[in-house]
């Protein structure tokens, strides 16, 4: 079945650093893809989407642009705060279910 | 935006009692909904598939009698976990999925559940 895979972390960063998670996917079709983060405590929040290939999501100063060529959909921001420290999900929908990554923490220090 | 209300968020309960938390969707139908369980430091992990009116899909190594699963309404599903034990301790997430409007999969905030 699709799947996807990301980056294991931890990652640790300082503030104002440039963040890459790797995230890329195996899939039959032309899934729509997500990221999802969960802050510390909470349930997962959706971050952002790309619904189709070259589209780009975006949300709170993050980016991850659909690439169907390398399949694969990594989220990136040019300068993390500390309250971006959260652990991250990639994530592509199964017929009746999503499908996450493993998930990748980040820690953003000052 | 599509909200989804998970209740309770945390729990405390003793060996051998059940546990009931509750996952509602507060302004769309949802005739589909999911549970997850989240061990500490790890991806979350598709317990079972809700659907409103009928019996729950439970993934394999998931026991159906220990975590039962109600679909009673198109914007409530409940997950009961009975006669908990210290190792049922986790974090329990649900989503909901919306077909009407935004197509997508919301998730409820999570039930932390410590049975000691």
């Known amino acids: 079945g699709d799947s996807v895979t990301q980056m294991e972390g931890p990652v640790t960063l300082s503030e104002e650093a440039f963040l890459t998670i790797n995230c890329t996917y195996t899939?039959?079709?032309?899934?729509?893809l997500f990221w999802y983060v969960q802050y510390p405590g909470e349930g997962l929040q959706l971050l952002l989407k790309a619904t189709k290939a070259d589209d780009k999501g975006s949300n709170k100063g993050f980016e991850a642009t659909y690439r169907k060529e390398t399949t694969s959909f990594h989220l990136e921001k040019g300068s993390v705060q500390v309250s971006d420290s959260a652990v991250y999900f990639c994530a592509l929908p199964e017929t009746h279910d999503m499908r996450f990554g493993a998930g990748t923490r980040l820690t953003v220090k000052p | 935006g599509a909200v989804v209300s998970q209740h309770p968020s945390w729990v405390i309960c003793k060996s051998g009692t059940s546990v009931k938390i509750e996952c509602r969707s507060l302004d769309f139908q949802a005739t589909t909904m999911f549970w997850y369980r989240q061990f500490p430091k790890q991806s979350l992990m598709l317990m079972a598939t809700?659907?409103?009116?009928?019996?729950?899909?439970?993934e394999q190594g998931v026991e159906k009698d220990k975590f039962l699963i109600n679909h009673a309404s198109l914007t409530l599903s409940t997950l009961t976990v009975t006669s908990a034990h210290p190792e049922d301790s986790s974090f329990y997430i649900c989503s909901a999925l919306q077909v009407q409007g935004f197509y997508g999969y919301t998730f409820g905030s999570g039930t932390r559940l410590t049975v000691v």
């Open positions: 809700s659907n409103e009116g009928s019996k729950a899909t439970y």
């Open positions: 899939a039959t079709g032309y899934p729509s």
